[in-house]
């Protein structure tokens, strides 16, 4: 069964997080208090709402308890984002995710309980910094502080070579896991 969402704050980011749930298929309810916000979303969400987050009894109303992720998108007024996100603690929404403006704000939500806490600006800025850095990389996920996803142009030494010529695991510690489709620009798992 897929997961179901529930999205508290349609600004930018948490219209994009809606949005983008949407087009994988994903069960989304939206929630902001600002009409036009809510209106944007419509056409994505499975079910767009105008209303107070910082409300628990609104909350369990629209079954806000059923839900398996909740994402409290309000990310510049801490006492809107902590009072939405105790609510969905409360509701027992089992993974809650939470947009911070700033440090402080990132230490008081993780401290009421949400699971996650965001910093978007800041993190894509570093994300951003970083493939300048790196020219042949296209896409850059880091697991852990030693071990990353990496997607990347073909060196030209590589080219015309097979995996076992370059024996990539060996000589650099690398593991193919798959390859881009030129024509298709589909990735393609695994690579013979």
Known sequence: MEKQYVVLGLGVFG???VKTLAEYGCEVLAIDKNPECVQRVAEYATKAVIGDVTDLDFLLDLGVNEFDVGVVAI????????????????????????KAKNKRFK???????????????KEMGARL???????NITELVELDSENSIV?????????????????LRKV???NVLGKRNPETNKLEVPVD
């Open 75 to 98: 990310g510049d007024h801490l006492e809107e984002g902590v009072l939405a996100t105790m609510n969905l603690k409360e509701c027992g929404v089992p993974h809650i995710v939470a």
């Open 15 to 17: 219209s994009t997080v």
């Open 172 to 174: 650099a510690g690398i």
């Open 129 to 135: 910094a970083k493939s300048f850095l790196r020219k």
């Open 151 to 167: 997607e990347m142009k073909v060196p030209q030494a590589w080219v015309g070579k097979t995996l076992n010529d370059l024996n």
């Open 107 to 121: 230490l008081v939500l993780e401290k009421i309980g949400a699971d996650t806490v965001v910093r978007p600006e």
